[in-house]
Every structure is written in structure tokens, then in C-alpha cells.
């Protein structure tokens, strides 16, 4: 007798195999962090990696548009491991070298669609590793451990609180064009997750305030609620689901950090202002 199909949830995913995908990158990133913190770059590094691969292959899928995938992987290691000991100043420099870079290399094959290619290449280095090198200027700091938890556990707060209010309450779409899922119920469930997070983390992991915390935790819920509707509009404009299939239950790699590459800059300079390095 062949088993009856697993039947996603209601908010579209198969809910039992994003738990388990879920959790074991949980264990990962936690367990990078509390061993060795150059164990998190390098899951880090491994992380851009995959998800530069993946959207590189979502634009030629989508668009036909190639983008210099060898120039964007080496680009981003450098940006990713040039934050450590060089801190903006490193992160800046290889950047621009990514950027120059890619507009040399695409005029090997000729005008046609070059300012198409070299902006799809541009866009890439910025989305991806640009932005996930941010974690790396939070981690760098003297109390970059509790920073960077910070971070990520008001991402995981939102991501819940959003889930389970969007499951149970939500009823008004907040962008039925753009995400047809997302409801004004879930950011609310969102923010009350975040907020809290946000006040317990600046205080008991980075001895701030735990209003500022929480209006950290709030303004965090935003940025990766925004970082969530933007890689919705790039799969739309690309006509895909998902950037790719490595993980179970979410999609590509990609498709998990949406949220969190735009955050990464948020975070970095909500932090830098709320909780300043000394």
C-alpha cells in the first residue's frame, strides 16, 4: 500500500521537514559560535558560497542572464574573511575590487546585454555577501558573540511569532501581490516576538537597555519582513518559487536568508548605536 502524500501546512510548507532543516542549521550556526568564532566565518563563508551559487542559477533559469559566478565566489570569500581583521575598511575595499572586477570580466563576450549582466552581477555581490559580511563587523567586536545572537535570535523570533500568528489569525493580506501568505496578523505576531527577544537580548547578553531592545527588536522585525518581500519580488520578476532545493521544507539556501542579509546591515548599525563598541 503506497503511504498517503505528506500534506503541507497551512502556510504552505511541508511543516514536519522545516522543523528538522530548521533546527539542524540552528545547531550549526550555535554550535560555530560557542566553540570558535572563526568556525561561524567559516560557516559563514561556506553559506555565501551556496547562496551566490543558487541565485546565480536563479537568474540564468529565470531570465537568462549570466553573471560572472567564478569572479562573484572569489569576491565573496574575500569580503566575508577581509571583514575580520580589517573590519569595514577591508569589507569596502574588497567589495569595490568584486565590483570592478565583474564589469572587466563581462566584456569578454561582447555589448549585448552588458549593462543587463554587469547590474545582475552587482546586485548579487551586494545582496549576498555584501550583506552577510555584516555579520562578521558585529562578530569582530569585543562582545561580538552576544551581538551577533542578538541578531539572529530576534531573525528566529520574527520568523516564529510571524509563523504561528499568520497560521492561527491571519486574515488581511499585507502584500497579496507580492506574498499572498504574508498577513498584517503575522507581522503583528512578528513584532510582539521580536520585541521581546530584542529587549531580553540587549539586556542580558549585551547590558543595554532593555527599551532600546525592544525598539530594536521592532525595527529588526521590519528590515527582515522588507528583506522577505524582496527576494518575493525577485522570484516573481524571475517567474520561480524558490532559488533552489538544497533544503527540505524552505527551498534553496537562499530562500532561509532571505530575511537576514538585509538584517545583518540593520542590526550592525542599530547595535553600533543602542549598545556602541567601546
Given amino acids: 500500500m503506497v503511504p498517503p502524500a505528506r500534506r503541507p501546512s497551512r502556510a504552505g510548507r511541508d511543516l514536519a521537514a522545516a522543523i528538522a532543516v530548521g533546527t539542524a542549521l540552528g545547531v550549526v550556526i550555535l554550535s560555530s559560535l560557542l566553540i570558535e568564532r572563526h ?3 567559516g ?6 558560497a551556496v547562496a551566490t551559487w543558487e541565485l546565480a542559477g536563479a537568474l540564468r533559469r529565470g ?4 553573471v560572472p559566478l567564478g569572479v562573484l565566489l ?3 570569500q574575500a569580503m566575508v574573511w577581509l571583514s575580520w581583521p580589517y573590519g569595514l575598511r577591508g569589507l569596502a575595499v574588497s567589495f569595490a575590487v568584486t565590483a570592478l572586477a565583474v564589469l572587466l570580466w563581462r566584456m569578454r563576450t561582447g555589448a549585448a ?3 543587463r549582466d554587469v547590474t545582475a552581477g552587482l546586485f548579487t555581490a551586494a545582496y549576498v555577501p555584501l550583506f552577510c559580511s555584516f555579520t562578521i563587523l558585529m562578530l569582530v567586536a569585543d562582545d561580538g558573540l552576544g551581538r551577533v545572537l542578538t541578531f539572529l535570535i530576534c531573525g528566529v523570533a520574527s520568523d516564529v511569532g510571524g509563523y504561528a500568528a499568520g497560521v492561527l489569525l491571519g486574515r488581511h493580506a499585507m502584500a497579496p501581490t507580492i506574498s499572498p501568505k504574508k498577513s498584517w496578523e503575522g507581522f503583528a505576531g512578528s513584532q510582539v516576538a521580536g520585541m521581546l527577544a530584542g529587549a531580553l537580548c540587549v539586556h542580558l547578553l549585551l547590558g543595554g537597555v532593555w527599551w532600546a531592545g525592544a525598539i530594536t527588536g ?3 522585525v521590519v528590515s527582515a519582513t522588507l528583506g522577505d518581500l524582496v527576494e518575493s519580488m525577485v522570484k516573481r520578476d524571475l517567474g520561480i518559487k524558490d532559488m533552489g532545493t538544497l533544503l527540505p521544507g524552505h ?3 537562499l530562500d532561509r536568508m532571505d530575511s537576514l542579509l538585509p538584517t545583518a546591515v540593520v542590526a550592525w548599525v542599530l547595535l553600533s548605536i543602542v549598545v ?3
Fill in 39 to 41: 568556525f561561524f566565518v
Fill in 43 to 48: 560557516v559563514l563563508a561556506v553559506a555565501t
Fill in 63 to 66: 531570465a537568462g542572464i549570466e
Fill in 74 to 76: 572569489l569576491g565573496g
Fill in 113 to 115: 546585454h552588458y549593462v
Fill in 218 to 220: 521592532a525595527l529588526l
Fill in 251 to 253: 527551498g534553496g539556501l
Fill in 276 to 278: 556602541p563598541v567601546s
